[in-house]
Structures are given as C-alpha cells and as structure tokens.
C-alpha cells in the first residue's frame, strides 16, 4: 500500500498550510487508487513535521512512502535539507522505502500549467 | 501583440532566479505564439522587479500583458504585493490592458503535476 506524502514549506499563515492539505485531500480522492495514502507534510513552522508525517503513513500501513517537494526552485530546503532529514528518518524504517521525488518546479508538466493559466484568462 | 509575464518572489541564490528566467525562455520557445513576448520579473530582490519587466514587455511591442504569479500560495505577495504594484504600474500605461492571473498554487493543472511527479517514481 503506497503512500505519497507531499511537502511544502509551512507557513506562519494558517491558510498557506491549508492550501496543501486540501491539495493532499484531493489528490488522495483523484488518484487512481496508486496512493491509497496522501498526506501532507512540513519541512518547518508546521506540524506535521517530516518524520511524523513519514510515521503517519507507515502506522495506517504504508510499503512504501513517496516524498514529493512542493517547492517551485532547487534552493538549499530541497537539495539539502528535506533529503537529509528523510535519510534520517529512513534508519526507523529499514523495511519501508522511502523516496524522494525531484521538486515540482522541475516537472515537465510546469510548462502546460503555466500556459494553461495564462490562457484562461 | 500578447505579452506573458512570469513574476517569481527573486532570490538571493542566483540558481533560483535563473531558473525562472529559463521557464520563461521555455515558455516563449513551446507556447503555440500565443505569447509572442514573454519574460520573467521579480517581487523583491532580484532584477527586473515588476515595474522594469512591464515596461520591457512594453518597449517590445507589447499590446497587452498578462502577469501571471510563479507562487504556490496564496499569501500576502499573491493577494496584495503583486496587484497593488501592477495597478500602480499600470496608470503609465493607460492604453495597454495588463492583468493579473490566478497564482500556479491554483491551478487545477497542478494535482496532474503532483501525480505525474509522484508516479515518474
């Protein structure tokens, strides 16, 4: 049972860190059942940090856990910090895979979506 | 002649503003010439700050511009920052139409990014 825990900043603003759990709400309820788990997690500032949201999925029965940086540029939080702590938190779990996806400013789909958003206006 | 606008917040880590700048270089070579011109601007930080980045769309050619906010959340730079200096910015442009878009954060593109990076796994 796979899990994909999406991981955004955290933010001082209540409605920033909503915006992602209600991202992670959807996607859990529009993916084709690959992700039987969504949650979102928190590099800083808001719970739930990384490594209990890592421990979230694997207590509702995760194989295995797909981190997915919701962050737009590769600045230091994603070439640096979000691997090491996943690393560490990886040595609780020997059994489980966790990966680490590249960051979402790097998809392929970025392109469609800017223009896609520039066109409908 | 359609200009397209990328605004990013600007970092002081050049390797994140230039990956701005290349999305835009990206968007103008992919886009269907929707877009004829298109380039990056900045918030803060990191020139062409907004003001300069309209004018240069301006100076082109342009005949309309649309800003669209390289952001994930909507925060206080998404619903107050960006339109109080286009608005601002567009009262010396009075003949040429310049609107803001949705931020990417709201795209309903993005939950097929966030599957497509997660399943590329």
């Known amino acids: 049972m796979k899990a994909l825990l999406i991981v955004a900043h955290g933010s001082r603003r209540k409605q ?4 992602v759990i209600e991202m992670a709400q959807k996607i859990k309820k529009h993916n084709d059942n690959s ?3 969504v949650h979102a997690g928190f590099l800083e500032i808001t719970e739930p940090l990384i490594p209990e949201s890592i421990e979230k999925c694997i207590n509702e029965g995760a194989t295995s856990v797909t981190v997915l940086p919701y962050f737009l540029n590769s600045g230091r ?3 640096e910090d ?3 702590i996943v690393n560490d938190t990886k040595k609780s779990y020997p059994n489980v895979p966790i990966v680490v996806t590249p960051h979402i400013g790097n998809s392929p789909v970025m ?3 800017l ?3 520039s066109q409908a206006q």
């Open 16 to 19: 920033s860190n909503d915006e």
């Open 35 to 37: 992700f039987p788990i």
């Open 77 to 79: 939080h994603v070439v």
């Open 82 to 84: 979000i691997p090491e």
């Open 111 to 113: 392109i469609n979506l």
């Open 115 to 117: 223009l896609n958003t």
